[in-house]
């Protein structure tokens, strides 16, 4: 870092601005190599600049290497065609960013190379890249200093490039089909809308605590009272809760509700949706995810909470006493001691059933101790009509055929009060008033895109697809 502070000296008592407000580019890399014949016949120079990523010196002749968003060039300095202004390039260092002119032509070996006839600096970079950059792996360094992984990575750039594609495709999917995106709160005076542990605040101006959602699923219900028939939401939600690989506090979710549906129309839209997802990102028809490949198709296989869970257990959880649920958690390992009968429930099917569950398959029909939001099942009223959708042992969307009879929401919210469920410690009484002025029947939907993105793009872990995933505070030498 000191060399290169002596540089950026020299070059500004040379006349150098090293920071200049803007560079007029007329062709990026990869508009060069595919007009290539055109520009080479012609002879038209052109304009373009990028990251200085390689220098090979060959005497009074330079070759380096540039990066710009998306592809890479070679550039080409001569002494006899710049002069004195190829000496310049000696206070040059990898990692600056530079603006050529001149025009392009192929070498021996078929490479496309802009010969220049003019180069300017147009940021010094003040810190050398890590040792053996081009090929980073350190984790640490990749995920708190992602610039670098960007940098270094080219694949990763790629990777984030195919999520803006992915988030794209599901507002042109919803759009096209009549849905309405909109925005609800950030902040909210009562959280709600999952289980989870908020973040909390202080408003100053209203001098009063509140919370950065954990869902927003009882605003979009709202619009659905007030007349809007479809409606979406893209939003970023916050749960204080752990980090590991598949988790995250700060995280993306898509969240639609459809008036007049349940959750068997909502079970085809996230199939169709998903589908599309598949066909946009060229996934042709299969998901590999950790070595694991799966076939593609619709419709996903679909199963049964409890019967699933019986199945393991050789118990039915719907008529099973609380002390038979303590036993088998015992059995296979889980702490049981603080959580509720439901969650100590939720528990066991995750370990035994989710876990094994790889190609995408619809979870049907929860209990509804777990389920505060869902409708009671027309089949039967110990469960819910709700459905997770469930990918190499991860949950991606869980959905509900929505609860609409507020006496019914009420004694739900009151039970999970009483059970001390976490996400709940009062009744959001506005959202029960808005039931009261009457919600139609409809169906709706969660869905992680992080984990979504996780699949689609075959990323191992949740920091993989999240360009600042969140970290424990680094520890240094001075702390």
């Not at 950026?8 to 890399?29: D, I, M």
């Not at 012609?42 to 540039?66: D, N, P």
């Not at 959280?191 to 959602?213: C, H, I, V, W």
């Not at 507020?406 to 959001?428: C, L, M, N, T, V």
């Amino acid at each position: 870092m000191e060399e290169r502070l002596k540089k950026l000296q020299k070059l500004k008592e040379l006349g150098v601005n090293p920071y200049p407000y803007r560079f007029e580019r007329s062709h990026n890399f990869q508009h060069i190599k595919e007009k290539f014949g055109t520009l080479s016949e012609s002879a038209e120079k052109v304009t373009t600049c990028g990251r200085l990523l390689t220098v090979r010196g060959h005497g009074k002749t330079l070759f380096a290497t540039l990066s710009d968003e998306r592809d890479r060039m070679q550039i080409y300095l001569r002494k006899d065609e710049l002069g004195n202004q190829f000496d310049l390039f000696q206070y040059f260092d990898v990692g600056d960013f530079i603006g050529v002119k001149g025009t392009v032509f192929k070498t021996k070996t078929g490479e496309i190379t802009v010969l220049v006839s003019e180069y300017m600096l147009l940021s010094k970079s003040l810190r050398p890249l890590p040792e053996k950059w081009h090929g980073l792996r350190d984790v640490e360094i990749r995920y708190r200093q992602r610039y670098l992984d960007l940098i270094a990575n080219t694949e990763v750039r790629g990777i984030f490039r195919k999520r803006t594609q992915i988030t794209n495709s599901i507002r042109t999917f919803l759009d096209n089909r009549g849905f309405l995106e909109v925005e609800t709160p950030v902040l909210q005076a009562i959280y709600g809308g999952a289980a989870a542990n908020p973040f909390k605040t202080f408003y100053s101006a209203l001098e009063q605590d509140m919370y950065l959602r954990i869902a927003d699923e009882l605003y979009l219900k709202r619009l659905i009272v007030g007349g809007f028939e479809k409606v979406y939401e893209v939003c970023r939600d916050f749960r204080n809760e752990g980090i590991s690989r598949l988790h995250n506090p700060e995280f993306t979710m898509l969240e639609f509700y459809e008036s007049y549906a349940d959750y068997t129309d909502i079970m085809r839209t996230v199939e169709q949706l998903i589908e599309f997802l598949v066909d946009q990102i060229g996934l042709q028809k299969k998901l590999t995810f950790l070595d694991k490949e799966v076939g593609f198709t619709i419709p996903f296989r679909r199963i049964r909470y409890t019967e699933s869970l019986k199945e393991k257990l050789g118990l039915d959880v719907l008529d099973a006493k609380e002390t038979q649920i303590d036993k088998e958690c015992e059995r296979h390992g889980i702490d049981y001691r603080k959580l509720s009968i439901g969650s100590k429930i939720d528990k066991l099917f995750s370990e035994l059933v989710q876990k094994e569950i790889i190609e995408p398959t619809f979870v049907l029909d929860y209990p509804k101790i777990i389920s505060p939001l869902a409708k009671t099942h027309r089949d039967d009223e110990r469960l819910v009509e709700r459905f997770e959708l469930i990918m190499f042992g991860m949950e991606i969307a869980n959905a509900f055929s929505e609860l609409n009879d507020p006496a019914e929401q009420r004694r739900r919210f009151e039970s999970q009060i009483a059970h001390k469920e976490e996400g709940i410690r009062q009744i959001d009484e506005d959202f029960i008033t808005a039931l009261e002025h009457g919600m139609p029947p409809a169906g709706g939907v969660g869905i992680g895109l992080d984990r979504l993105c996780m699949v689609l793009l075959n990323q191992p872990s949740i920091r993989d697809v999240i360009l600042f995933p969140q970290l424990r505070k680094e520890i240094t030498d001075n702390h």
